[in-house]
């Protein structure tokens, strides 16, 4: 099937599109391929299916296969090896808001665009969620380890003489 004919600037806001679903379904599955938590993994990999399809719409319209922007990947992969994986959730819950920002034009000319839309508004809510799952359980553990005399290496710690504790 042949790519429907679109006006010339529609059709770069869905090439935009295009590539920025594709990047975020790459940063999605790296996302959730590093974490450990197996709901966390599995609200990830959800997104980033969702993105895939995304993708594919917009495909339909360009006729065209576009490839991630592999600087904003490898960004987001190493934002979540520095700063860690809720920091880097909370940036992309940014992207995902700047998502839902409807252009008029394209979403006169495009059927499906509401629909992705309102996922992307989903997509936000989830990395919500994910994020203060994570850091619940960072201030759980916090606040267990200060009940029980701090982290075990500063509690080994205070038996060093003349050491200030």
């Not at 975020?24 to 959800?46: K, Q, W």
């Not at 994020?131 to 009940?147: H, K, P, T």
Request: proline residues 5%.
């Amino acid at each position: 099937m042949s790519a429907p004919v679109i006006d010339p600037a529609i059709l770069s806001r869905i090439l935009a599109a295009q590539r920025a679903e594709i990047t975020e379904y790459r940063i999605y599955s790296l996302l959730a391929f590093s974490t450990s938590d197996p709901h966390n993994r599995d609200v990830l990999m959800d997104i980033a299916t969702e993105e895939h399809a995304h993708y594919e719409i917009w495909k339909g319209y360009t006729g065209k296969d576009v490839s991630p922007s592999n600087f904003r990947v490898w960004y987001y992969c190493i934002m979540a090896w520095v700063l860690g994986i809720t920091f880097t959730l909370k940036l992309m819950e940014h992207v995902e808001r700047s998502a839902q920002n409807a252009d008029p034009l394209t979403l006169a000319a495009i059927l499906e665009y509401s629909g992705i839309i309102a996922n992307e508004e989903n997509h936000e809510k989830q990395l919500i969620a994910v994020a203060g799952l994570i850091m619940g359980i960072a201030a759980s553990e916090y606040l267990s380890q200060r009940s029980d005399g701090g982290p075990a290496i500063l509690q080994r710690l205070r038996f060093i003489p003349g050491l200030p504790m």
